[in-house]
C-alpha cells in the first residue's frame, strides 16, 4: 500500500495510532515501519526483535501491556 506523508500526518493528528514494528517480518521491513513514525510524530511505536509479520498474534501480551 502507499500513503501520503501527508495523509499519514493527518492520520496520526486525528487518529490514535499504535505502529508495531517487527525485525524479523519479510513482508513489511522495519525501516518502513520507524519512517511512517518519523511522519506521524503523535504514533505510539513498540519495536519487537526477532518477531515475524504476525507481531499482534506473537506479542499480544507485550501490546496490551503497553497499550494502556
Do not use: W
Amino acid at each position: 500500500h502507499y500513503v501520503t506523508n501527508a495523509n499519514l500526518e493527518f492520520i496520526g493528528e486525528h487518529i490514535p495510532t499504535l505502529l508495531l514494528a517487527a525485525t524479523g517480518d519479510f513482508m513489511v521491513r522495519c525501516e518502513n515501519t520507524h519512517a511512517m513514525k518519523q511522519v506521524m510524530k503523535t504514533a505510539q511505536f513498540i519495536s519487537f526483535d526477532g518477531s515475524g509479520h504476525m507481531v499482534n498474534k506473537s506479542e499480544c501480551k507485550s501490546i496490551e501491556l503497553t497499550s494502556h
